[in-house]
Antibody, heavy 121, light 108 residues
Framework: EVQLVQSGAEVKKPGESLKISCKGS????????IGWVRQMPGKGLEWMGI????????RYSPSFQGQVTISADKSISTAYLQWSSLKASDTAMYYC??????????????WGQGTLVTVSS | SSELTQDPAVSVALGQTVRITCQGD??????ASWYQQKPGQAPVLVIY???NRPSGIPDRFSGSSSGNTASLTITGAQAEDEADYYC???????????FGGGTKLTVL
């Protein structure tokens, strides 16, 4: 079974750093993209960025460029999303998702269970 | 603002057919994929490519595309189809991805 398992919920203070993880299993981790998606409370899905663990090709949405860092350790089939200095506005659910893109077709499946990040003083 | 535009809300009578649309310039070059999200749950892929359903997705879900518009059609909507639906595709540069703003589907 293809699966993405994310790290647990986090409660942090503004200014703190954070790194959350997403472990893939049941497939070749280096052959698919891993994307990160933000969902703020009561809002829609926002595509943050993506990494291809096979060659570390990493791309960011302009809205998130410079705000977060996406990385991956293919030796343990795990992708990461990190912040160096959290803000209250980073409070959201964060999903990782496996992606494939060939020709004109793109899809994201499966999705991790989500990691809830709460930033509050 | 998103490069993919969806109607915020759509309603359908139980058993009837509903079409949810997604507009954007990149859809002239790339297919959309569609995701269903129920409250408190992670999104689920329901349609991708020209008109492909992942395993386990009922065949009442179908996809189509014309010009700059992609559509998700539910033929014979069921109560359990009430959810938020999001489209996704490449952005206008072709190097990134973007979601539509989402459509809340109500089954009456």
């Amino acid at each position: 079974e293809v699966q993405l398992v994310q790290s647990g919920a986090e409660v942090k203070k503004p200014g703190e750093s954070l790194k959350i993880s997403c472990k893939g299993s049941g497939y070749s981790f280096t052959s698919y993209w891993i994307g990160w998606v933000r969902q703020m409370p009561g809002k829609g899905l926002e595509w943050m960025g993506i990494i291809y663990p096979g060659d570390s090709d990493t791309r960011y949405s302009p809205s998130f460029q410079g705000q977060v860092t996406i990385s991956a350790d293919k030796s343990i089939s795990t992708a990461y999303l990190q912040w160096s200095s959290l803000k209250a506005s980073d409070t959201a659910m964060y999903y990782c998702v496996r992606g494939d893109s060939s020709g004109f077709t793109n899809w994201f499946d499966p999705w991790g269970q989500g990691t809830l990040v709460t930033v509050s003083s | 603002s998103s490069e993919l535009t969806q109607d915020p809300a759509v309603s359908v009578a139980l058993g009837q057919t509903v079409r949810i649309t997604c507009q954007g310039d990149s859809l002239r070059s790339y297919y959309a994929s569609w995701y269903q999200q129920k409250p408190g749950q992670a999104p689920v892929l329901v349609i991708y490519g020209k008109n492909n359903r992942p395993s386990g997705i009922p065949d009442r879900f179908s996809g189509s595309s014309s010009g700059n518009t992609a559509s998700l059609t539910i033929t014979g909507a069921q109560a359990e189809d009430e959810a938020d639906y999001y489209c996704n595709s490449r952005d206008s540069s072709g190097n990134l991805w973007v979601f539509g703003g989402g459509t809340k589907l109500t089954v009456l």
